[in-house]
């Protein structure tokens, strides 16, 4: 079955949304902006284009890191695929990292870039992991 086709601002919405709300929020804040969608509608929407539909927040993307702690998300990525940061894959660019890989991360960071961890604002990492 096909559904109503997503439009440009249903999609930017859910994109801004996607890391702090659950499915259900999602749903409710697309409603108040005068767009109708379910709860699953937004879930498999999510899903479909890679970010984790869990309502937890000890999960995060690593555009949502990036953005913290003042780098190119690129850089975060780079640090995943070099093995430095575990993280589960949710699609093709898209990684999940639990709070507990991302503070095993800055409690003992790679060598090469041991020094620029050392540089983060403190209370970033704390927002960060707790």
């Not at 409710?28 to 284009?49: D, H, I, P, W």
């Not at 699609?91 to 890989?101: G, M």
Request: proline share 6%; charged share 25%; with cysteine.
């Amino acid at each position: 079955m096909m559904g109503i086709k997503w439009d440009e601002n249903e999609l930017a919405t859910l994109d801004e949304m996607a890391e702090m709300y659950t499915p259900k929020q999602i749903a409710f804040r697309l409603k108040r902006r005068g767009y109708t969608r379910t709860a699953s509608a937004v879930t498999r929407k999510l899903y479909s284009l890679g970010y984790s539909t869990r309502p937890v927040l000890d999960n995060y993307s690593c555009r949502e890191i990036a953005k913290n702690l003042c780098v190119p998300p690129s850089t975060v990525v780079n640090w995943v695929r070099q093995g430095w940061l575990k993280a589960k894959k949710r699609c093709v660019n898209r990684y999940q990292v639990k709070s507990r890989d991302l503070k095993l991360f800055f409690n003992n960071p790679p060598q090469p870039i041991r020094h620029r961890i050392a540089a983060i604002d403190p209370q970033v990492v704390r927002y960060l992991v707790g």
